[in-house]
């Protein structure tokens, strides 16, 4: 395939601008294609992926062999400017195409491309490498010719008018799956699936409206332009709870108008597809996408904005009387652009609009969910007229979070219901209003020191504390209960006493200690050592313990567990001597696998017991802890069924199936 029949006349300064990668991703690149067919007055198009390679075929008006060179091998061929052809001339379409170099992008993803076209019956074909290209960009300092091999004629197996294009040796790394060009390419366009007389098909079946696969995810609609009542059938009527047509005039006084949609999810997940990111605004012009989020270039925080997608049409950016608004990507317009300021300011207009129309929608339908809870229905009612207000509107703040699972939704409202009352004592509810959708997590830290709410929050964490222990139940075979026990009860004293909360950090204090325990460490016996495998010093509640560990399958004598924590308690003391606080009490505990070995009956048991006790000594089971932390934890919560007012509204969120909301 040599020879120089067809001649592609290179601009070197053209090619260093723009570079081969004019794009960045195949949807792109094909997008350049398929618009090369619309401008073709093609009615349909054929894509097929291979193995290695993707074609592409339209019924189009074809290239002859004088427009194979003058057109599309001419690189900043500009079509709009030849007389006659700013439209097509079958259909009246408005060219898509401008500049002339999309044909450079197909490079991007491929190193070959071969081209076959048919127009009144004469067939051409050749084929254009990219490392022949770049090489001749390498060895050349000046304008160059590139002249693509030509197909003989026994190559060339077009059959029908139009032009194939197939894209060879793709590059690693390119998605081809049919369902992602599919969908990416659907959401290109806003002419595919038009009624428009033009038909995109993959794999032999046509992309359609369908495909770009986010109409059923909106929940509020608001829709620009003749015929936008199209847009509302797209969506599930289920799923969409409120639509509205919106001015679409931009009301600058030029006369320019827009068309399409913006649009809000339920969830803000619902935006996340795949790698895509489907939370953006896009830019249609004359029907394909020009810019994929014009939502970026505005510093909106609103929770809202992390709902919205959208599609708006402005043809006017792209008219044949004015300068080119498309930056030299191709991919976005140009920011200081007239025209895409005047779009910026509407669409500000229109982003505050949905705002307060967003805000007060997920109000409504936050009150709606939370009283369909019996128990919440209820409270409401008991309330008057001004506190309900305030409590729908934070019912609405709730329901301007994603709430993605039913323990979500648990939690949060039980949440506000404890900060309502919270605030409702102090009489102080005008502080919710200060609490935002942003920082509603949070709410619990700011419940008041009340006795129904304290016990409501006890609950809680009685609550917490009893699946930790149910966790321990399910491991108390010997073999592994030194291993639970040593991984959380340096962080959950409460297992040792209820009362011990939270560790209080004396970092200096700690390290004297440390030192001190490791020269009684030292001078261990080896058996000593061996039946002993973890010792630690703690403070909590003002208190100071002294914690030693003992392995589960050892048998010990009460009375060298005595002579043995004595010392490590003498050294204890004398640090809080030198620290001045000698005065503060000491605890000592052991925990031990198996009874002690002189404990051979109950009254010996008691008397050991209540003889360490005296010396604040104190020996316990590691199934003892754990049987006994349960069965107090387990108590606590039989007893608190008769809580509270507050209590009671909780345990009914709680008891209450979600899935009927």
Known sequence: MTGEMYKMTISLNVLSHLGINLYSNIPAVLSEVVANSWDADAEVVDITIGKDEITIEDDGCGMSYDDINNKYLHVGYERRNQPGEAVTPK??????????????????????????????????GFVM????????????????DYHPDTLPADRVTIDKQGTRLAIRELKKGTDTTESALRKRLARR?????????????????????????????????????????????????????????????????????????????????????????????????????????ILEDFVEGGMYTKYLMGEI????????????????????????????????????????????????????????????????????????????????????KLNQLSLDSDEEKRTLLSHAVLAFESFRYKDNLDALENV????????????ANLDDIEATLYHQIVKERLQVVSAFLAMVEDSVLEKVIQRYIYERLWLLEPSWE???????????????????????????????FDIRYVTTSQIHVIIELKRADRSINSFDIGKQVTKYRNTLKKCLEADGKGHEP????????????????????????????????????????????????????????EAGRVTKLIQSIEKYEWDKI
């Not at 939270?502 to 016996?525: G, M, S, W, Y």
């Open 91 to 124: 259909h009246n379409r408005p060219v898509m195409g401008r500049k002339g170099i999309g044909k450079l992008s197909l490079f991007s993803i491929a190193d070959t491309i071969e081209i076959q076209t048919s127009k009144d019956g004469n067939k051409n």
């Open 129 to 144: 490498a990219a490392e022949e290209i770049k090489k001749l960009l390498k060895d050349t300092d000046n304008n160059a």
């Open 189 to 293: 366009f806003g002419i595919i699936g038009a009624e428009n007389d033009f038909t995109v098909n993959i794999g032999g079946t046509a992309i359609g409206i369908a495909d770009r696969d986010y109409f059923h995810k909106l929940q509020y609609l608001w829709h620009y332009g003749e015929n936008s009542e199209n847009y509302v059938s797209y969506c599930k009527a289920e799923k969409l709870k409120q639509s509205e047509k919106r001015p679409n005039k931009l009301g600058n006084g030029d006369d320019y108008e827009v068309s399409g949609w913006i649009g809000s999810v339920e969830k803000s997940g619902d935006l996340k597809d795949g790698q895509d990111n489907l939370n953006k605004i896009v830019i249609m012009v004359r029907g394909k996408l020009a810019q994929e989020d």
């Open 313 to 396: 049409q402005a043809d006017f950016l792209d008219t044949d009387e004015e300068a080119d608004s498309a930056t030299t990507s191709r991919q976005e317009i140009k920011k200081d652009d007239p025209r895409y300021v005047a779009l910026k300011d509407w669409v500000l207009g229109e982003l505050k609009n949905i705002q307060s129309r967003w805000t007060n929608l997920r109000n409504e339908e936050g009150t709606k969910w939370a009283l369909e809870v019996p128990a919440i229905n209820e409270w409401f009612n008991s309330l008057g007229r001004d506190n309900k207000k305030r409590a729908q509107s934070l019912f609405g």
């Open 436 to 447: 935002s959708p942003e920082n509603i997590k949070a709410v619990s830290a700011v419940f």
């Open 502 to 532: 939270r560790v209080a950090a004396t970092p200096l204090l700690e390290q004297q200690v440390k030192t001190a325990f490791a020269k009684i460490d030292a001078n261990l016996t080896d058996e000593e050592k061996e039946g002993r």
């Open 586 to 641: 000491i605890d000592v505990i052991c925990l031990i696998g198996k009874p002690c070995n002189d404990w051979s009956d109950p009254t010996i048991e008691q008397e050991s017991r209540e003889g360490l006790e005296k010396q604040h000594i104190r020996i316990v089971l590691y199934r003892e802890l754990i049987e006994d932390t349960y069965r107090k934890c387990k108590g606590y919560l039989e007893k608190s069924e």
